[in-house]
């Protein structure tokens, strides 16, 4: 099993990932790794590493996309980055699978027109791993496809069930449909078309209202791009403004610094199964390959995870069952 990795993607390239990558071949035996970007500045990173060399490939892309660059434009003008570079040696069956800490939108549209979608599926979709009560669920989509069809949205309920049970590990992952309330004749003309297709999945709870979505009422939470993209960006705005307005009021009620520093160090704890590194990153589903992204800050340890998700992705066939599923 070989993944390549954005050496060159991500706020802190290329230590992060080059660690991370690094990090996933302790975790893997047979892992091997290949990283691309700058090659002189990615040796000059790993000089300063112990590390199985045999297991290592450095694979040249001298131009670096920008975490702020227009995606098309970027993708159109620098070939050589590390990005379409690492896509394209995945297209020609080089490696198996290339995750990156780079720029969402590049990466995205990179892989659409590098790797091409999957025999029947109209659009590919990007999914996030969301936090509830009960554990991870994953939402799909969180903003690739802004404008959708019934037809998209049953392809996104049907990609994502099988990404849940498959790689998330949910042995019968229930789907839900994002809406205005529970009741099947609720919603537009869209979601109550998209109702209809997702009753042939045997685990289709119906609609979900946004209330649920914490309390972990479905593993998979199918919407557009715009809703999705919403609550991921307002999942990520809570844990700031939780502390913004517990510590005024910890404080007004006596408590010390150190104590206020332990209270949210046990809410750290009680959250740890919401961080995000334990994933590393989110995949884009219907496009003919492997294909990951993780948050621009990415620590080594996501990026650890990254890389072992995106072999399970691999190891898992998960791209012939997704063309099975929408046959």
Known sequence: MKIAVDAAGGDFYPENPVKGALEALEANDILKVVLVGPEK????????????VERVEVFDAPEVIGMNESPAQAVK???????????????????????????????????AFILGRLDGIIRPTIASYYPTIK???????????????PEMLFQFGSMGNIYARDIMGIETPRVGLLNVGEEKEKGTELLKKTYAMLEVLPSFVGNVEGR????????????????????????????????????????????????????????????????YQRVGGVPFLGVNGISMVGHGGSSPRAIKNMILNAVKMAESNINKKIIASVA
């Open 41 to 52: 500045v990615i040796q000059k990173e790993l000089s300063g590493c112990d590390y199985p």
């Open 77 to 111: 003008s620098k070939p050589d980055s590390s990005i379409v570079k690492g896509l394209g040696i995945h297209h020609k069956g080089m490696v198996d699978g290339f995750v990156s800490a780079g720029n969402t939108g590049a990466l995205m549209a990179a892989s």
């Open 135 to 149: 554990g991870m669920s994953l939402m799909i989509d969180v903003g690739a496809n802004l404008e959708v069809r």
């Open 212 to 275: 649920d979505i914490l309390l972990g009422k479905a593993d998979v939470y199918v919407c557009d791009g715009i809703i999705g993209n919403i609550l991921l960006k307002y999942g990520e705005s809570i844990p700031d403004a939780f502390k913004t307005l517990f510590i005024p009021v910890l404080q007004k009620n006596g408590m010390s610094e150190d104590e206020i520093k332990k209270f949210f160090g046990m809410m750290a704890q009680a959250l740890s199964p919401f961080d």
